[in-house]
């Protein structure tokens, strides 16, 4: 079939397909095809938080032109076209934090290397590994074999004069490691997105002596990371993570080249960490547009070919959940796969209690790290995602979203680059205000519901044990999706631990169970997610009423059952709670049900899918006394 003969049948397809679309949109619509606009489809057009469109269905018409290869410029598709499909990306884990034992900090290192890990990311400095115990916790280390990261912050120095030593003492002593440019290890120097972090770390000038130094060794030391992961733990979307992460990389070439370091010098000192959430196509595609972006910078620099810096991927602590935790797996393993797919050299996933207080689960820290590291072996060894380089290349969902979320990026960074630069956008507050705008899109999402977040938003489970009253809770430095809820959670369990219970709401249920079961669970699980127990005693008797209320020990009830049930029953179903001790009466339903009641006829508010729950569970907790 010729090329215009493929094009008309894809025309015809699409064409039948949104006759389709319509018929449907307008049967659920209630309204005549006629009505809807002259693409129904766009309906069906998901918006991001970047302004990108996420269309119902892609065809050859949404077709981009075919990247480049593997390891070829603009490094899309992988910056290795000779990467180990038998190995495939770097398994790594977080080693050192809250450690301060060398010996047992290279016990559990070495553990976690027989058991799959082939990439070390090392904690030092304070609450950590003392930096002159590296040498000690790296004993036994290949590291030709498995990578080191540094994490050291205002220690990076020290900690990056103890690992060079290493080197050179391993290397005199002849460690049999012929090619000295396999040993990989990256300083982890990041004072900008420290910076905006606000986590101490070196300077910019200390950052660049240590790439001086690096520059001129034999092994492969990268002294720059732009760590990425803070824009989006401060709310950013994945576009806006891009484009500051590229802005900061681009204010490091500045300094280096300025310190005499070539541009090929200064692009081989720079390493790039980016999250990977649960959303695994914007995973996919971030990382796949994050080496376009950067190879395009190096390419206006003129040094094309050095524009494919290594990338290392961490699941998104953001996404990290404090309550029913154990839906953490399913969202790392998503990430996991997002990272992995999308090309990460390394990947690193976090604990799935890395959100919890301490001592709260009845699991060990070497359970939740085996987790994590089996997730990745999982995905690696028994689905073989390694196999294949740039699985996702060709899709034209995935191809167009790269192409778009590159896009986006490239505009806020253009944008930085106009306010002079990152550090200077940092002193204007420009790249903080356009994060914060994003934060609350999202926050506003999750309040409403719009954005479910699964055990906390959506389907909480009220009997999971209460976390400790007043324990300090880890990434507390992180907008978390959850918090808003769970900090209403946090108020139900010192509630719980003062008064023995819950606090409590009455589910006043009217007409048969086919009628008001919809609404009542509805009801139930809205008042779960922030902490606030529903007593369903049934259908509603307005005779043993006042017997029901006084059992149920609360002042609060909600009305639940069918629109037409209200109009029949709701006035003096709500004047009957009132008789019998209810103050607050709240309608599961839309106001309109009750247009023409008045005074203490009407329900003091009305709860439906897309109120603003955060608000309004905040609102019923004062209202029932928790403080």
């Known amino acids: ?34 009505e809807l606009p002259a693409e129904p489809e766009r309906l069906l057009d998901t918006p991001t938080y970047d302004g990108v469109t996420i269309a119902p269905l892609y065809t050859r018409r949404d077709e981009t032109a075919e990247t480049a290869l593997p390891g070829e410029f603009p490094f899309v598709r992988g910056r290795d076209a000779h990467r180990d499909v038998n190995r495939g990306w770097l398994v790594s884990a977080a080693f050192g934090a809250g450690e301060s034992d060398p010996a047992a900090t290279n016990q559990t290192i070495l553990d976690g290397l027989e058991n799959g890990i082939s990439a070390v990311w090392l904690s030092v400095g304070a609450d950590a590994l003392p930096a002159t115990g590296v040498a000690k916790a790296l004993e036994g280390v290949l590291l030709d074999l498995a990578p080191l990261t540094l994490d050291a912050g205002a220690d990076t120095a020290a900690a990056a004069e103890q690992v060079l030593a290493l080197l050179d003492a391993r290397a005199a002593a002849g460690d049999g490691v012929t ?17 905006f972090a606000d986590r101490a770390d070196v300077d910019l000038a200390a950052a660049v002596a240590l790439a001086q130094t690096a520059a001129g060794r034999d092994e492969t030391v990268r002294a720059l990371t732009v760590d990425g992961t803070v824009f989006h733990n401060a709310g950013a979307s994945d576009a806006e993570e891009l484009g500051a992460a590229i802005a900061t990389g681009l204010e490091y070439l500045r300094a280096l080249t300025s310190a005499g370091l070539t541009i090929s010098q200064a692009l081989g000192q720079v390493e790039f960490r980016f999250s990977a959430s649960d959303d695994q196509f914007q995973t996919i595609a971030k990382l796949r547009a994050g080496r376009q972006l950067w190879a395009r910078i190096a390419q206006v620099c003129g040094a094309s070919e050095f524009g494919g810096a290594p990338q290392h991927a961490v699941t998104s602590a953001a996404m990290m959940t404090q309550r029913d935790p154990w839906v953490n797996m399913l969202r790392t393993t998503l990430a996991a796969f997002g990272a992995g797919v999308g090309g990460a050299d390394s990947v690193t996933v976090l604990p799935f209690d890395a959100a919890v207080p301490a001592g709260t689960l009845e699991t060990s820290k070497s359970f939740a790290a085996r987790i994590a590291r089996n997730t990745q072996l999982l995905l690696l060894e028994e689905s073989h995602l390694g196999r294949v380089l740039d699985p996702a290349a060709g899709s034209w969902f995935v191809e167009d979203l790269t192409a778009s979320i590159a896009a986006k990026a490239w505009e806020f960074f253009q944008q930085i680059e106009a306010d002079g630069g990152f550090a200077a956008a940092l002193e204007s507050g420009l790249v903080a205000d356009r994060i914060a705008v994003t934060r609350a899109a999202r926050e506003s999402d999750i309040a409403h519901r719009k954005t479910a977040v699964t055990g906390v ?25 959850g918090a808003a809820f769970e900090a209403l959670r946090t108020r139900s369990d ?4 003062e008064n023995g219970s819950r606090p409590k709401v009455l589910l006043a249920a009217l007409g048969s169970v086919a009628e008001h079961n919809g609404r009542t669970t509805f009801a139930s699980n809205l008042l779960a997610s922030g902490g606030i127990e529903a007593v369903n005693p049934g259908t509603l008797d307005l005779g043993t009423l006042p017997g029901v209320v006084r059992d149920a020990g609360t ?8 629109d037409k049930r209200y109009g029949t029953d709701g ?57």
């Not at 010729?2 to 008309?8: G, I, T, Y």
């Not at 909480?460 to 430095?477: C, I, R």
């Not at 009407?602 to 019923?620: M, N, Q």
Request: glycine share 6%; net charge negative; proline share 6%.
């Open 555 to 562: 002042t609060v009830a909600v009305l639940c059952g069918t």
């Open 1 to 34: 079939m010729s090329h215009a003969s493929q094009a008309e049948a894809a025309a015809r397809d699409y064409a039948a397909w949104q006759q389709a679309v319509a018929a449907v949109l307008a049967k659920a619509r209630r309204v005549d095809v006629s």
């Open 494 to 497: 010192s509630y719980l631990a």
């Open 179 to 195: 090619d000295r440019a396999a040993v990989t290890v990256s300083l982890g120097a990041a004072p900008l997105t420290s910076r």
């Open 457 to 481: 938003n959506e389907f909480p489970n009220l009997d999971e044990k209460p976390l400790p009253v007043g324990a300090s809770a880890p990434l507390d430095d992180v907008a978390r999706y």
């Open 571 to 627: 006035v003096p179903a709500v004047d009957a709670l009132r008789a019998a001790g209810i103050e607050t009466v709240l309608l599961a339903g839309p106001e309109k049900t009750f247009a023409d009641a008045e005074g203490s006829d009407r329900p003091d508010g009305f709860l439906t899918a897309r109120i603003d729950a955060v608000s309004a569970l905040s609102g019923l907790l004062d209202t029932l006394g928790v403080k």
